[in-house]
């Protein structure tokens, strides 16, 4: 059913119109009489007045309207500013910096595991098809990651083709599956390089309890990736001191 008219919007000076022509009849109907010029002079002064006050309203529409889009546009950039600060240009995961902090504080009241993984033999990739192809091995290692883990999971990029997945509550076998599935998913992805090589990563997993910090627990991960690598790579390995902690979680 088709909305009403409202019809038009009222006057915002309507009784000041009202007086202002209720006195121009009363002038022009009047005799001439002593004060008849003064009333005359009011009358234009009250209505110069009147004309004053409506463009002084209309500049004031004008500026608030055009306040609150620059502060709109203020918000917008203050987000992007946000966003790039604390995001890898390259692939939009959280930056080195962002991770760190991101796991930090998630260490000051929940348990914690935290995968490390590298991509093996980047950088044959980059020196046999150049510095494109590497970035799109990158993003699709991310894409890869992103569609796998849980939601409540974070991504990080720690360095060139080593990234760091923050998985709060999860006990150490469980962040050993989330990794063994991430590594499957980057194996059995079609990167398409020139030479019809696959991609693999190697994958190290560690498991803290809250109260724990990113340089301790990133330690123990980078430990077990480095085992992973000299095992023959595409492997994931949990590191041991992790487990022991695990097992005495009450």
């Not at 959280?94 to 980047?122: E, G």
């Not at 080593?162 to 194996?187: D, K, M």
């Amino acid at each position: 059913m088709a909305c009403a008219d409202a019809g038009p919007v009222p006057d915002l000076f309507d009784a000041e119109n009202q007086a202002l022509q209720a006195a121009k009849s009363a002038h022009a109907a009047a005799a001439p009489a002593p004060g008849g010029e003064a009333l005359a002079d009011l009358i234009v002064a009250y209505e110069r007045l009147l004309r004053e006050t409506r463009r002084l309203v209309r500049r004031s529409d004008k500026a608030e309207l055009e306040m609150n889009q620059l502060n709109t546009r203020l918000q917008d950039l203050a987000a992007e500013l946000e966003h790039r600060a604390n995001h890898d240009p390259l692939t939009g995961v959280l930056n080195r910096a962002a991770i760190i902090d991101r796991v930090n504080r998630m260490f000051a009241h929940q348990d914690l595991a935290l995968i490390v993984l590298d991509i093996d033999h980047f950088k044959r990739i980059n020196d046999s098809f150049g510095h494109p192809m590497g970035d799109r091995v990158i993003l699709g290692v991310v894409a890869c990651l992103q569609a796998v883990v849980p939601a409540s999971a974070h991504v990080g990029r720690v360095g060139g083709e080593e990234f760091t997945v923050a998985l709060p509550r999860h006990s150490g076998a469980e962040s050993e599956q989330v990794a063994q599935a991430l590594r499957r998913a980057i194996e059995n992805h079609a990167f398409n390089l020139p030479d019809g090589s696959r991609v693999t990563a190697s994958f190290g997993v560690c498991w803290a309890g809250a109260g724990g910090d990113f340089d301790s627990a990133y330690g123990l991960a980078d430990e077990a990736l480095f085992i992973a690598k000299r095992a023959g790579r595409n492997q994931v390995r949990q590191a041991a001191a992790c487990l022991h902690a695990a097992e005495h979680v009450v």
